[in-house]
């Protein structure tokens, strides 16, 4: 519901321009502008509504399943406010090629956390993230979205500090098996300011060195330090 209206949005904002273009003075150029602006305030408090009653959704599901509820393909954006967004890399990383879409641009000093499936330390990860978010306040965790295991611990600690998360998936139908190593590059991309570590495969391990080639920090859970 929400995407559709988004497209009608989109819709609305064409034919506002359309309609600006147009004006000539008359009463019936004028009419029309102000009759497409009302339309266009109704989509945005519809909009508005409808992300509200998404994100009560997803408190009850999390409330009943234990689970954070993820949208199934692109991100679940708060237009109201940014606060603990979920946002789609695809989407973080078209819009830094579109300045103007602001919401899918979140401010604040980016890090960058990796850890294998099998890593369920709990304790261990939200002491390292709550001690980045002490040092970084207003921080974006990016991070790779796995359905379980250390990424997933990390998403659940997101949600509940109310911290920004970008999703980096791998894209294995454009890239195959190298999409692990090129989602890698698309997070380095984004020049986080640095990177955690926990256990985990050689994905994490290719992410760490070369965070560390390019001079960003990187921390690791092995040895305590950066």
Known sequence: AVLRVERDLD?????????????????????????????GQT??????????????????????????????SGSKVNHRSLTAAMIDSRDFLAAKRRVDSEPLLPAGPRIAFTGG????DHRAIWDRLDKALAKHPGMVLLHGGSPNGAELIASCWANNRKVTQITFKPDWTRHA????FRRNDQILETLPIGVIVFPG????????DKARKLGIPVWRFEDGGA
Request: one cysteine or more; a negative charge; glycine letters at 4%.
């Open 117 to 120: 499936l099998d890593f369920n």
């Open 201 to 208: 495969s050689g994905v994490s391990a290719n992410l760490a």
């Open 177 to 180: 098996k190298a999409a692990p």
């Open 43 to 72: 989509l945005l408090e519809r909009r508005d509504s409808l992300e509200l009653f998404r994100d009560q959704a997803a408190d009850a599901f999390e409330l009943h399943t234990g689970s954070s509820w993820r949208p199934r």
């Open 11 to 39: 819709d609305n904002e064409q034919a506002q321009r359309r309609s600006q273009k147009e004006q000539d003075g008359s009463e019936i150029r004028s009419v029309e502008l102000e009759r497409l602006i009302c339309e």
